[in-house]
């Protein structure tokens, strides 16, 4: 206001100095415009006055301002490494999002892997700084997209694909669903179920890139974490689990080696590549069949920990105890999702920690006597009666004290009576005889469909 009358009292000075000339020239009465240069001089003198008191009033105020902005200006700085409530997600996760236990935020350095319990099948997710890698996702459901949802990710950097097997790529559909997803990585190999489908349709429509994995495709994950695959150098279109991708992760002095649902043959071919396996986390593959894990594979790996992914109480027997065996023999520290559910593993590149503080304990067997061997035993002679007939009669070297009745293969898990259109397919070099189906059931086997022991 007062600066208003200053403003007013000068512009009406300057008005009456006017009115004054001009009736002065004109010889009219000059009281009118006297009467306005005495008016607007006193809203001047007014109005000056009044703003210079304002100022000083004001003036007492001026430095609390200033010190609210130095205020500010040091809360900037004390705060400077606390994280922007408004910051944009890192690692496709939510920074002010609490997830409970699940410790959702991805590791700023280092490297994170997740095991997921899916039951009978794999799923496993791996997180580095600014990295989300998703290898299977189980069967098909909503498991893995609500797992996902739990830790905050946001997106997916890159899906492996090992290969079109439903317990591996089901839970994909639902992921593809549910995330962007930047690449996928594939063996490349031709299945006739609508899941696989379903899975090379959503790729499709949502245009997503799509890579043929191949023994020595590589990615630079972070500047010290570095992931390759080292098998199939040619997918076998017969045999789909020994066309799984096989992934090392290496992160400083820790590797993992993810091994699908290879076989054997695929690590004997793996082995003959001469390829870098040394790695301190095995995952166990094909759920921990005694079809994989071979001895040979098992020492070129050399690993400290051994993750088997398999679903409690499931029809195959996995995980069979050859391997159980074998793994403990070898003093390697078992960890099972079917026991112990996801397993987390968290390295910095020099250590590592598992959410799991015990391992596995298995229980080597004694040996009595008749023990089942897992090698084909020698031929006993032909007992008057059988329950079948058998087609051929060896002559035998050496008695054995208890008959073989049923017979099954190292590389399946099924037993037979010896007629069996199936047992005879099986090589000698692989036969395992049992002489009761207890045996045959402790060992892990299943009987067959067609002869049905």
Known sequence: MADFLAVAGFLGFFAGCFLLVYNMLKKKKKKTAVLIIFLSLFAFVFGIAFSETSNNDTGTTAQPVASESQENENRIETNKDEPDPAAPAVNGTDPGKDTGDLTPSAPTSGLKVHFIDVGQGDSIFVQTKTKNILIDAGERGSTIVN???????????????????ADHIGGLIEVLQSFPVKEVIDPGVPHTTKTFETYLTLIDEKEIKFTEGRAGLSRTLEPEIY????HPASPSETNLNDASLVTRIICGQIAFLLTGDIEIEAEKEILGRKSTLGSTVLKIAH?????????????AVNPEVAVIMAGSSN????????????????????????????IVITTDGQDYDINIKEPYSYVLPKEPAGQVST??????????TKPAPTPETEPATEPEPTKKLYVGSSKADKYHYPTCR?????????????????????QGYVPCGVCKP
């Open 422 to 442: 199936h047992a005879k397919r099986i090589l000698p070099e692989n036969e395992v005889w049992f002489a009761s189906i207890q045996e045959a059931k402790t």
């Open 375 to 384: 090698t084909k035993p020698k031929p006993t002679p032909a007992p008057e």
């Open 315 to 342: 029809t195959y027997g996995h995980p069979h105890a050859e391997i159980l065996q074998r793994l403990t023999e070898a003093k390697v520290k078992i960890y099972r999702t079917d026991l112990h559910g996801t």
């Open 227 to 230: 992931m390759e695959i080292l």
């Open 147 to 165: 797992y996902l949802h739990n830790l905050g990710v946001t997106e997916i950097d890159l899906i492996l694909s090992t290969h079109p097997h």
């Open 287 to 299: 759920h921990g069949s005694r079809t994989s894990t071979s001895y040979a594979f098992l020492q």
